[in-house]
């Protein structure tokens, strides 16, 4: 009997301690279950933080990429103009260093003289 005894009590005296070491470990694994959650959260929270910002970079380099090919646009434009009025001039040039370019020049040349003067032509 008294073997017994001794066995209920110790078997009594586990109980409470495997109890609190069930109740220990299950504060702790949801203290664990809780930082991973957290972790989680603040990793969700960064990745969707980065592609925010990489939305917004590709919405403003788009917007700049359209400015600029607008501006190059226009400046493609006026270089053709400009371009245009040059090969207008070059072969305007090419026609004075021509055969019979003096007479076209001084055939030019007759508006800007006023009425009653004489030309002088440098040789």
């Known amino acids: 009997m008294v073997t017994a005894s001794t066995t209920k009590s ?4 586990n ?8 109740h220990r470990a299950a504060t702790i694994q949801r203290q664990l279950d809780r930082q991973e959650l ?5 990793a969700l929270a960064a990745k969707s933080a980065l592609i925010l ?3 917004v970079s ?8 359209q400015e600029r090919l607008e501006r190059h646009g226009e400046i493609a434009a006026v270089v053709n103009l400009e371009s245009k009025k040059l090969e207008t001039l070059q072969q305007r040039f090419d026609r004075l260093f021509s055969i019979g370019g003096e007479k076209r020049l001084l055939s ?15 040789r």
């Open 53 to 55: 910002v990489g939305c």
């Open 108 to 122: 030019e040349q007759d508006q800007w003289i006023a009425p009653n003067r004489l030309r002088v032509i440098w």
């Open 38 to 42: 957290h972790c989680s959260l603040i």
């Open 15 to 22: 109980q409470p301690s495997a109890e609190a070491a069930a």
């Open 58 to 65: 590709v919405a403003r380099l788009s917007v700049a990429y």
């Open 10 to 13: 110790s078997r009594l005296t």
